[in-house]
């Protein structure tokens, strides 16, 4: 199920996209202003953001910048600014599309579903290149250096993850949420033992730790 972090201060709004988007199918978060907003992406794992331009704290504008120095996910940017200046900054700062209030639900529907649509055939490419590293996800396999690994459904999955966003960090709750599920009562050190795995089969570093966060994709050899 592909959840969106709906970010909008008027609670009517708030509450009628969060109604409409779960009776579509989608799984929700919400978030009042800029500063929840960021926090609850750094918590979770979400597929799209939906992101209204006038908010407390930190202005979409914002929360869209600094979004966008860690991550590619979509954004669809909501306001009741149409004026083209707006539009042209939202734009400059790489969200996917603009929607302006007042706005119909069914052709903001639509959008999202193009986006996600859009973003999966990127997120699913015939096969992911990172250094001498190779995994093809159609086939789950991985290579490295032109060596097979033999690697667990989980392990395959945790190594895609990471690799698909360089640079991205993942906190174990991000990894734990995506790869187990947001039921998952377990420990969460289960992605500790995992990513030692993987460090182990892969014998190179392509895995760093980000001390007290969580980990992501090797900046560089070493």
Known sequence: MKRILIVEDEPGIQELLDAYLQDAGYETAGAGDGV??????QEQAFDLVLLDLMLPKIDGFGVCELIRRQSQVPILMLTALDGEDDQLRGFGLDID???????????????????LRRSAS?????CLRYRDLILRPDTREALVADRSL????KEFDLLHTLLAAPGRVFTREMLLARLWGYDFYG???IVDT??????HKLERSYIETVRGVGYRAAKEDR
């Not at 929840?36 to 992406?41: D, E, Y």
């Not at 033999?150 to 459904?153: G, I, S």
């Open 36 to 41: 929840t907003a960021l926090a609850l992406f």
């Open 97 to 115: 599309d603009y929607v302006t209030k007042p706005f119909s639900m069914p052709v903001l529907l639509e959008k999202i579903r193009v986006i």
């Open 122 to 126: 990127v997120e699913e490419p015939d």
């Open 150 to 153: 033999e690697l667990t459904t």
């Open 187 to 189: 420990d969460e050190r």
């Open 194 to 199: 995992h990513i030692k795995n993987l460090r």
